[in-house]
Structures are given as structure tokens and as C-alpha cells.
């Protein structure tokens, strides 16, 4: 009789061991998602609409990017579609927003990578594909290179199908103001108007005139619920920038880059600076190879690589852990995990309602 009561007493333990242990892995299916619209210095009294409009935009943004991951998709999906909010909003300097080069146009650059396996993708100097981050995914699923440019990568992205818009589609007039202060202030000649010419119609946000809030970029970077990683970036570059200047963040190893055994990052900011060093590859290659923590490899690219007031970077590694920093005043950026971790922010604050 003890004999039989003490097997059912192990078999009661055994069973309740392997509920606890399944009931560890249902909540053990980590997924972590963080987003940013650019790194910058973007004052606290700016109209209350524009940051209502920041706020909304990021609140879109990262809802998107974490219901694909808290269903169980995949943070290559996550980050794509997270970045096509932000590219399709006017507020953020990518896509539709996407600020004007010295010559009165604009040119957009974005890269995607996929951490699972190295796969990479991007697209600089765009000028008509609507998105181009999604230009940028198949540069890397369906051609044997790493990145396309200028009117070959728009020839490629219309070849594929990919939603081409006129020129005159990123037009807005506070950008507009922006390179006429930019240019000025550089004693540079100003272009009369767009070459696309100037439709009557503006889609930015009023800003205050002395305020330029087109420098920067938006990108996301993720970690889903298989434990694989992916990254994404794009931007429409500098104000004012030389036409066909390209940054970082077409460029895998500057300003995207993600690596299952590493990390996945996205970085805003200076993009020669981000370049010269290799910041992406650089955070990656101390959490894979140096074995330091995810804050620790941001930490010290920050501030002992890039110079103060770079930029910044947002970044998750493969338990979850994110990062989001900055060394300048302002990065919009946002964050969620499956442990419940959640918010959108431009100042040091979370936006709240």
C-alpha cells in the first residue's frame, strides 16, 4: 500500500513537473519589438498637434509591428511593416516625409536584414517607389545583391510591381521652409521651386519657422517568437544634402544590421559618422563576440565611438533585452515586449494621454 501511494506521489510530482514546465515555455515565447523616428533636437513647445501627430504615428507604428509578433510572425514581416507606417506618415523624415536635397528633391535610401540567416537588402537614391523599404526587401529576396541604386533600384522596384508615385507625391511646404532656411543659412543657391514643379497642396504639420525637424530617419528592430531577429531602416537623408549623397542607412554594417547570435540594430543620426565606423556591425560583433550586454555594446559606440550628438540607436538581442539611446536631445522612438513593457516617447518622458 505504500509502495503504491508513494508511485502515485511520484507520478503527481512528474505530471506536475512537466505542466510547470510547459506552462514556462508558454510564457517563455519572447518577442520584443523597439522603433525610432529619428534622432534629433526637437523642442518641448512645439504645437501641441504636431506632437499629437508624433504620437499617433509612433502609437501605429509599434501596434503594428508587435501584433505581427505577439501572433507568432516573423520579425522580418515586423520590422517591414512597422517602418511603412512611419514611411507613409508626412511627420517623419522617410517615405512621404522625406526632406528635400539642395537641388529641390527628394532621394530616399532603406535597408532590411534578416538575422536568421544574414540575408540583406537595400535601396539608396529612390525616387518614386512609395515605400522603400519594401524595395529594399526584395533587392534581398529576389536578386543575388546587397543593394540597388538611383534610377535603376526605381526601374527595378516598378519592375517588381511596387506602388511607383509621382515625384510630386513627397512634396510638403514646411520641408520646403526648411531647405530654404537650410540653404540660406549656408549661402547656397535656393531653387525656385521643385523640378517636379510645386502642388498647391501641403501634408506637413506646421512648425515654428526657426525649428528644423527634418533631419533624421525611422527604423525598427526586432525579436520574434522563433528567437530570430531582424532589422530595418530608412530615411530621406539631410536637408540640403548633395544630390545622390548616400548615408548609413542603406548600408548594412552602418545603420542596419542583425545577427541571430548578436543583436539587431538600428541607428539615427549622422550618417558619415555611422558609416566610418561601422556602428552597426560594430554593437553586434561586442554582444556576439565580446560578450558584452546589449547596453553595454550601445553604451559604448555612443560615447566612445561616435562623437557627442551623432545620433542614436535602438537595438534588441536574442533574450529580448532592448535598447534605446540617444546623444543628442530628442529620439522618437518606441518599445514593447511580451512581458507587458510598453510605450512611445520623443522627450525623456513617455507620451502620455
Known amino acids: 500500500m505504500l509502495i503504491r501511494n508513494a508511485a502515485w506521489l511520484v507520478m503527481s510530482f512528474m505530471i506536475m513537473g512537466l505542466f510547470s514546465s510547459a506552462l514556462v515555455q508558454a510564457e517563455e515565447k519572447r518577442w520584443a519589438i523597439v522603433l525610432h523616428g529619428g534622432a534629433g533636437d526637437i523642442p518641448k513647445d512645439i504645437p501641441p498637434e504636431l506632437v499629437q501627430e508624433y504620437k499617433q504615428t509612433l502609437e501605429k507604428a509599434l501596434a503594428t509591428g ?38 529641390g528633391y527628394q532621394q530616399l535610401d532603406a535597408s532590411i536584414m534578416d538575422g536568421s ?75 525656385a521651386e521643385p ?8 501634408l506637413a504639420p506646421t512648425h515654428p519657422a526657426d525649428v528644423d525637424l527634418g533631419n533624421g530617419t ?32 542603406p548600408i548594412i554594417g552602418a545603420g ?4 541571430n547570435a548578436g543583436c539587431a540594430i538600428s541607428g539615427t543620426g549622422t ?21 558584452q550586454s546589449l547596453q553595454e555594446a550601445v553604451d559604448h559606440c555612443l560615447t566612445k565611438v561616435l562623437d557627442p550628438g551623432d545620433g542614436g540607436l535602438i537595438a534588441v538581442d536574442a533574450e529580448g533585452n532592448m535598447v534605446l539611446e540617444v546623444s543628442s536631445t530628442t529620439l522618437a522612438r518606441g518599445w514593447s515586449d511580451w512581458k507587458g513593457s510598453r510605450g512611445v516617447a520623443i522627450w525623456d518622458e513617455p507620451l502620455e494621454d
Not at 144 to 170: C, M, N, Q, W
Request: aromatic share 6%.
Open 195 to 202: 523640378p517636379y514643379g510645386r502642388p498647391n497642396v501641403s
Open 66 to 103: 508587435e501584433k505581427i509578433l505577439a501572433e507568432g510572425g516573423t520579425a522580418l514581416d515586423a520590422v517591414q511593416q512597422t517602418v511603412m507606417v512611419m514611411e507613409d506618415a508626412p511627420c517623419f523624415n522617410a517615405g512621404r516625409g522625406a526632406v528635400f536635397n539642395a537641388a
Open 117 to 191: 540567416n544574414l540575408a540583406c537588402g537595400g535601396v539608396s537614391a529612390v525616387e518614386t517607389v512609395r515605400n522603400p523599404i519594401v524595395a529594399a526587401r526584395l533587392v534581398m529576396e529576389k536578386t543575388p545583391h546587397v543593394l540597388l541604386t538611383a534610377k535603376d533600384a526605381d526601374e527595378f522596384a516598378k519592375a517588381s510591381g511596387l506602388e511607383i508615385v509621382p515625384r510630386s507625391y513627397y512634396f510638403n511646404e514646411a520641408r520646403w521652409k526648411d531647405l530654404v532656411r537650410r540653404l540660406k543659412k549656408k549661402g547656397q543657391p535656393i531653387p
Open 218 to 249: 525611422v527604423g525598427c528592430a526586432a525579436l520574434d517568437q522563433n528567437g530570430n531577429l531582424a532589422a530595418a531602416t530608412s530615411t530621406g537623408g539631410l536637408t540640403g544634402k548633395m544630390v545622390g549623397r548616400v548615408g548609413d542607412s
Open 271 to 291: 550618417g558619415e559618422q555611422y558609416i566610418r565606423h561601422a556602428i552597426g556591425f560594430q554593437v553586434n560583433f561586442r554582444v556576439r563576440e565580446m560578450k
Open 256 to 259: 542596419t544590421y542583425a545577427d
